[in-house]
Structures are given as C-alpha cells and as structure tokens.
C-alpha cells in the first residue's frame, strides 16, 4: 500500500513537472540568434501555434506551447530556447502582472501577411528589410507600382517601402550618377512604366502610388517605411497635383512657387518642411538631418524611449530591445529634423548629440505607420555598389531587432494607446 502510494506520489509530481512552454529568452546574454527568434515565433503562428509576446521582459520574450517540432526548429535555427513547467510559466506571468513591473503579456493572433514594395531586379545594396526577412526565414511578396496601382495591397496586413523616391526625381542620384548605365537604365524602366499604367510622367505614377498606399493604412493596414521612403513619401502626398520636379527629370520645369503650394495636411509624419529645390543636391528637404550632423561614427548611437509595457504597448512592442542604446548608421535620409514632425506623431528613439528623431510612429485612420532613418543598420555609411550586409555577422542586432519589432507588431492583439 505503501509502495502503490509512492509511485502515485511520483506520478503526480512528474506530470506537474512536465515541461508545457518554450521560452525563446531575448535578452542580451542567453540568445545567440535575436534575429532568428522573430522567425521562429512567425513559423509558429504560421502554424496555429499560440503565442505571446512578454514586453519587457528578459529583452520582450517569446512564450511558445512546447512541441517537439518547435524544439527542433529552434536547434536547426541556432535559436535559444528554454523549457517551462506549467508552474514556471504561471510564475513569470503572474510577475509580469504585477502593477509593480512595467512588464505585459501581449497574445500574438496571425501571421501577417508581408508584402515588400521593391522594384524588379533591385540590386542587392537596397534594402536592410528583405536582407533581414530572408535571414529570419520570414516569408513576404514582392510587389511594385503595378500591383500597388491595381489594388493588391488589399491581400496584406503589413507593407514594407522599399529605398524609395515617391517624387520622381530618381532618387535625387542625378548629380553623381547621371552618366551611369544602371541609372539610365532605372530612369527609362520608371518612365516606360509609368507610360504603360497610363501616366505621362514618373512623378505623376508615384504620385498616384503614394496615395494608394496611404488609403492602404488609412483602411487598417501597417506601413513600415526606412531610409528616403520615409521623407519622400510625406512630400509626395504634400506635392499631390504641384509639379515640383525639373527638367532633367521629367522633361519640363517645376511650377513657379512650388513650396507655397504643399499641402502639409495630406503628409503623415512631417509638417513646415521646405524643398530642396536643387537637382545636383543629393536632397529631398530641410526633414533629413544627414547634412546637418556633426556626430562621428563612435559616437553615434540613438536612445530608445520607455514606454508603460501596461498602458502604452503599442510603442513597446516596438521598441521591444536588450537593450535601449542603438548604433546609429546613415543613409540618404538618415535622421528627422524633430521641429518637422507633427504633434499627433510619437517619437520613439532619439540621437541627443544632434536632437535629431530616428525612429518615429504614428496612426492614420485605422492603420499605423513606423518610420526608421538610415539604411543598413549595421552598416554605417553604405554607399551605393557595397555587397550586402551578412547578417550571420550580426546575429544579436539591436538595429535589425526594431525592423523584426514592426514585422511581428500586426500579429498582436492590441489595446489602444494611452499616451
């Protein structure tokens, strides 16, 4: 009797102590793949998996439900996994309850669908986004102005803008690279493009896919922007229907008085910015601080703001980091002028040396959008023609991490910012 007693005792205990989580800890210590991590909690919920994203906590951890086809994804991946009883990962929930700790559990619903807007044959130096979705294992569809024009955003929950120039001035390249076979090349493919769809002009096209995607995120969509997709954006829906662009972009002068005639109230993030009117400047507006920064490389990192995990966790999620120091890199747009950006927009990281925004986010209609200066994270000052970054170099980045933030951001069940 005594024997049958203890073998229920044992039992028991061994079912109360069968392990029922994964925790993928993103802390700066225990996980070797930060950015791998994001793709294994989208793998899950690819999957029906349940999951839940703790803010805050150990560097905004994921809680999986333990299954051995997770544990081994997590080892072919290089991901850190740890395992958790039932009991434990009551215990780390109830910590993360407590009004005393500026933690929260957040439940992640869907995969969302990604789609990234990059033109065909875009050349490998363009853009940070796909290079680190690809690393993650993140699956996303390319789409372009065509598909943009025709309504296709309407199959997405989150839309990634490639280095972009919605104005049609080509990137403001012409200076340095006018004479060279891949812009000549680029600037007949904009024009026979914008021919076909039926427009008469590149800026014009853009224009039209500007607004396009502005009714995508108005509607309830997420709009990720980085780089000059971020500022070229805001001045083409300012510019809707002024011709701002010269000659040598498309083919006759810019309107007299141009800069009276921007309607701020269409932009999302940016107000009372002026033109750069010159074509040889590599420049949209006065919004990029690039030419106005006076801040050397060592020196150059941006603070992430804190948010209340509880009651603002929009802006945490997406500040979700171990840490709340970040490289700085550059790009044609690398910083915000913070006197240009709107009231109605929060500012979620800044650089203090130079009092310039790096990372801002804003709503719009039912939708949200993120806007993130600079180009290549882990590349400081990426010129055009550098091999692509490799990521597996740079597995831990906190500057990757913030574009993985926005990426898992639409699969959370969200609760309306307080702040």
């Known amino acids: 009797m005594k024997k049958s007693l203890v073998y229920i005792f044992i039992l028991l205990l061994s079912i109360n102590a069968k392990a029922s989580f994964i925790l993928l800890p993103m802390d700066e210590t225990t996980q070797q793949n930060h950015l791998k991590a994001y793709g294994i909690t989208y793998w899950c919920l690819s999957r029906d998996y349940k999951a839940s994203w703790l803010l805050n906590y150990r ?24 395992i958790l009883s039932d009991s434990e990962e009551a215990s780390i929930l109830n910590d993360i ?10 439940i992640l619903e869907k995969a969302p669908k990604i789609a990234v807007y990059t033109p065909k044959g875009k050349q490998p130096w363009d853009d940070a986004v796909t290079l680190v979705l690809t690393y993650a294992e993140i699956p996303f569809t390319p789409i372009y102005d065509e598909e943009v024009l025709n309504d296709q955003l309407l199959l997405y929950d989150w839309l990634h803008l490639h280095h972009e120039d919605f104005t049609g001035q080509y990137g ?27 427009y008469s002009k590149v800026s014009q096209e853009k224009g039209a896919v500007a607004k396009k995607i ?9 709009m990720f922007a980085m780089c000059s997709a971020t500022d070229s954006f805001d001045i083409a829906l300012a510019a809707d229907g002024v011709d701002i662009c010269e000659t040598m ?57 804190e948010f209340s995990a509880k009651w603002d966790p929009i802006p945490s999620m997406l500040c979700q980091n171990h840490t709340q120091l970040v490289k ?79 990426v898992l951001f639409p699969a959370a069940k969200k609760k309306k910012l307080k702040t």
């Open 214 to 222: 502005r009714d995508f995120v108005i509607g309830g969509g997420f």
């Open 172 to 198: 403001k390249f012409y200076a340095a690279y006018k004479n060279t076979p891949w812009y000549i090349e680029q600037k007949k493919d904009a024009e026979v493009l914008a021919s076909k769809l039926g």
């Open 59 to 82: 560097g905004g951890s994921f809680l999986l439900p333990d299954a051995d086809e997770i544990r081994k994804e997590c080892k072919i991946r290089g991901v850190s996994f740890e």
């Open 97 to 106: 309850s407590s009004p005393s700790q500026n933690m929260e559990s957040v």
């Open 328 to 406: 700085g890199f550059m790009g044609q747009t690398t910083s915000f002028n913070e006197t240009l950006v709107k009231s109605n927009v929060l500012v979620m990281g800044t650089c203090e040396l130079n009092g310039e925004a790096r990372y801002i986010h804003g709503e719009k209609g039912k939708g949200m959008f993120t806007f993130f200066g600079g180009h290549d994270p882990e590349d400081f000052q990426h010129q055009v023609g550098d091999p692509p970054t490799v990521l597996d170099l740079h597995p831990n980045s906190p500057g990757y991490r913030l574009i993985l933030n926005n």
């Open 249 to 305: 972009f498309d083919g006759d002068p810019s309107e007299s008085n141009y800069q009276s005639k921007l309607n701020y109230g269409n932009s999302f993030a940016f107000k009372d910015f002026v033109l750069e009117r010159r074509p040889e400047v590599y420049e949209f507006s006065d919004i990029d601080m690039t030419a106005k920064r006076r801040v050397p490389m060592e020196k150059d990192y941006f603070t992430l703001m």
